[in-house]
């Protein structure tokens, strides 16, 4: 395998952090960017929403691809802080779009399953081109502002022959994702446990779960059979499709706390009741082959949260 010099934005979110030690892992010389002030090693600080910091960045190095996932994320974060929403994921892939009709480098652009809306079928990669507006109403700016991106990616591949793959992630989950109250249903509920805090679980609705470093995997072999303009939905096996109450009982009883702290209700508002996803495609090109179950991940997840926030047996 060739080594490529690449660049993780977002490289010390949780998806970042996991993928550029995977990227590592294979040998690949890897720079993290994000806004976090550190020392460490092979990292940039620049913030999305400058243009004028992403071209230093360029001026100074030069990278056979980016992996962009540098995003605002969630969906009441994106209502509540839309302006961060917009200017980050909305004009700062703009940023990047713009740096690479200059630069020419291949791009891996991380959207969203979000981007299916409301979408009542099974959830393949052509139900965004072949489908009406009608059918993929997306309830959120979060969602929007990842289509948003992902049509942009299309234009400038059209107006100006650039090469970039988007990705789809579905509800991954793992270590180095700590609590925020904007994050997805499996660190809210293991922190809530842990700190034996209540929380709410909604009847119904279901949801397939993928463990980051199995998502990774995936994400990194697109360097190895990287087909410009394709998209790809990255997630857990389809037989993982469970209720999200059913990952509520795993995560308490890996805790080890009864569901007394949980308030049961019918329906969450503005979100789809059931993702029902096609991982084919991610299967055939990438070699996609989630290994780690959600009762594992789950376990994983809770101990990496444990020594996180500090908590003794």
């Given at each position: 395998?060739?080594?490529?010099?690449?660049?993780?934005?977002?490289?010390?979110?949780?998806?970042?952090?996991?993928?550029?030690?995977?990227?590592?892992?294979?040998?690949?010389?890897?720079?993290?960017?994000?806004?976090?002030?550190?020392?460490?090693?092979?990292?940039?600080?620049?913030?999305?929403?400058?243009?004028?910091?992403?071209?230093?960045?360029?001026?100074?190095?030069?990278?056979?691809?980016?992996?962009?996932?540098?995003?605002?994320?969630?969906?009441?974060?994106?209502?509540?802080?839309?302006?961060?929403?917009?200017?980050?994921?909305?004009?700062?892939?703009?940023?990047?779009?713009?740096?690479?009709?200059?630069?020419?480098?291949?791009?891996?652009?991380?959207?969203?399953?979000?981007?299916?809306?409301?979408?009542?079928?099974?959830?393949?990669?052509?139900?965004?081109?072949n489908n009406p507006?009608?059918?993929?109403?997306?309830?959120?700016?979060?969602?929007?502002?990842?289509?948003?991106?992902?049509?942009?990616?299309?234009?400038?591949?059209?107006?100006?022959?650039?090469?970039?793959?988007?990705?789809?992630?579905?509800?991954?989950?793992?270590?180095?994702?700590?609590?925020?109250?904007?994050?997805?249903?499996?660190?809210?509920?293991?922190?809530?446990?842990?700190?034996?805090?209540?929380?709410?679980?909604?009847?119904?609705?279901?949801?397939?779960?993928?463990?980051v470093e199995d998502?990774?995997?995936?994400?990194?072999?697109?360097?190895?059979?990287?087909?410009?303009?394709?998209?790809?939905?990255?997630?857990?096996?389809?037989?993982?499709?469970?209720?999200?109450?059913?990952?509520?009982?795993?995560?308490?009883?890996?805790?080890?706390?009864?569901?007394?702290?949980?308030?049961?209700?019918?329906?969450?508002?503005?979100?789809?009741?059931?993702?029902?996803?096609?991982?084919?495609?991610?299967?055939?090109?990438?070699?996609?082959?989630?290994?780690?179950?959600?009762?594992?991940?789950?376990?994983?997840?809770?101990?990496?949260?444990?020594?996180?926030?500090?908590?003794?047996?």
């Amino acid at each position: 395998m060739e080594t490529q010099r690449i660049l993780v934005t977002g490289g010390t979110g949780f998806i970042g952090t996991n993928l550029v030690n995977e990227l590592r892992s294979r040998g690949h010389e890897v720079v993290a960017l994000d806004l976090l002030n550190t020392d460490r090693e092979n990292y940039i600080r620049a913030d999305m929403r400058s243009c004028r910091q992403l071209e230093r960045v360029f001026d100074r190095s030069t990278f056979d691809y980016v992996y962009h996932l540098a995003a605002e994320y969630g969906r009441w974060n994106g209502e509540d802080y839309y302006e961060n929403l917009w200017q980050t994921n909305v004009i700062g892939t703009k940023h990047m779009l713009r740096l690479q009709e200059k630069l020419k480098f291949r791009m891996i652009f991380f959207s969203s399953a979000e981007v299916y809306g409301d979408y009542h079928g099974i959830m393949s990669e052509d139900v965004m081109a072949n489908n009406p507006i009608r059918d993929t109403y997306q309830m959120n700016d979060y969602a929007i502002s990842k289509w948003a991106g992902e049509l942009m990616c299309l234009n400038s591949a059209a107006m100006f022959g650039t090469e970039t793959v988007r990705v789809r992630p579905v509800n991954c989950y793992g270590p180095h994702e700590h609590y925020n109250p904007y994050r997805g249903f499996i660190p809210k509920f293991i922190y809530h446990a842990l700190f034996n805090k209540p929380y709410t679980v909604f009847a119904g609705h279901k949801r397939i779960i993928d463990y980051v470093e199995d998502s990774c995997r995936t994400w990194a072999n697109i360097v190895d059979n990287f087909i410009p303009g394709e998209v790809y939905n990255v997630g857990g096996r389809p037989d993982w499709e469970r209720e999200i109450k059913d990952y509520s009982d795993l995560i308490l009883k890996a805790v080890g706390r009864n569901d007394s702290l949980v308030t049961y209700e019918e329906v969450e508002p503005f979100t789809t009741k059931v993702k029902t996803m096609d991982f084919t495609k991610a299967v055939r090109d990438l070699r996609h082959d989630p290994k780690v179950p959600p009762e594992e991940g789950v376990r994983r997840t809770v101990e990496w949260m444990k020594w996180y926030y500090r908590i003794e047996e």
